[in-house]
């Protein structure tokens, strides 16, 4: 696949930053030049979220101030994700100099799988199974606490919303060990309306069960998934210190960056908290 198309989906389906809000998710639109942005009644950066960024150099510190009022007025916390096509060049200086500060956790190659088919072995204790998002609305708790990066039950919650608003688009996996009934990590897929990619969307194991090769088994599953529908090429964008460099033994190459940058509205930061 040509590069610049690959560059444009990693970016566009940063946390489905490039795709149009349905009315059965909790987020909704912002209109606001030059950005693609979004806003939940939730204090998340990964729902708060900007990105898509087509600024000229003349114009971006005018619009970012514009993006960065329109979340301080809300109270809002917000995520502002550079990735490759983002412009200007030196975006991600000028949003620290709107107070916006990098975070180091969720900086995430961009990378690109284009042969799904080929065999990974995952662990014969380990078990993937397609559920459905009720099954979903259960495991919430689970599902926030492998994931981190702050993310609250209602929050994931959120996301799962998302992801249904999509409808066969989206899918959700849970993984099983043997001699535990509930599940111990869940991925989410997400199959781009172009028929030709799939994303390998937000994916967690609870910590205590990490390093048994149910992120592997997980993968797995879901490009078996893809493979069934035809799919080119599978995406993800995976934390550079966690799922990347396994990811990178699966066959996975980083294409790009994408880098968060976030910002804490004054009313969060007066009452100390994030």
Request: some cysteine; charged content about 20%.
């Amino acid at each position: 696949m040509e590069r610049d198309y690959l560059l444009r989906r990693l970016d566009e389906t940063f946390a489905g930053i490039g795709f149009d809000l349905h009315a059965s998710s909790d987020m909704w639109p912002l209109d606001l030049p030059g950005v693609r942005a979004r806003c939940t009644p939730l204090q998340s950066p990964l729902l708060n979220l900007v990105g898509l960024a087509h600024l000229t150099s003349e114009e971006a510190d005018a619009r970012i101030a514009s993006v960065v009022d329109t979340y301080e007025q809300a109270g809002r916390l917000m995520g502002w994700v550079v990735g490759p096509t983002s412009t200007p060049s030196d975006l991600a200086d000028r949003l620290g100099r709107h107070g916006l500060y990098r975070e180091d956790s969720q900086a995430m190659w961009g990378m690109v799988l284009e042969d799904i088919t080929r065999p990974i072995a995952a662990p014969p204790t380990v078990r993937v199974e397609r559920s459905t998002w009720a099954a979903a609305a259960a495991q919430v708790d689970m599902m926030a606490q492998s994931f981190g990066f702050g993310m609250t039950p209602e929050a994931m919650a959120a996301v799962n919303r998302f992801y249904t608003s999509f409808g066969a688009a989206g899918e959700v996996y849970f993984a099983y060990i043997e001699g535990r009934a509930d599940p111990v990590g869940w991925s989410e897929v997400l199959f781009h309306p172009d028929g030709q990619v799939m994303l390998l969307g937000g994916s967690a194991t609870l910590e205590e069960y990490r390093h048994r090769g149910i992120y592997r088994a997980m993968v797995a599953a879901r490009l078996r998934a893809g493979a069934a529908r035809g799919c080119s090429a599978a995406l993800i964008q995976a934390v550079k210190t966690t799922s990347a460099p396994v990811c990178e033994q699966l066959g996975f190459r980083p294409v790009c960056e994408l880098t968060v940058y976030v910002y804490v509205p004054t009313a969060l930061r007066s009452s100390g908290s994030s």
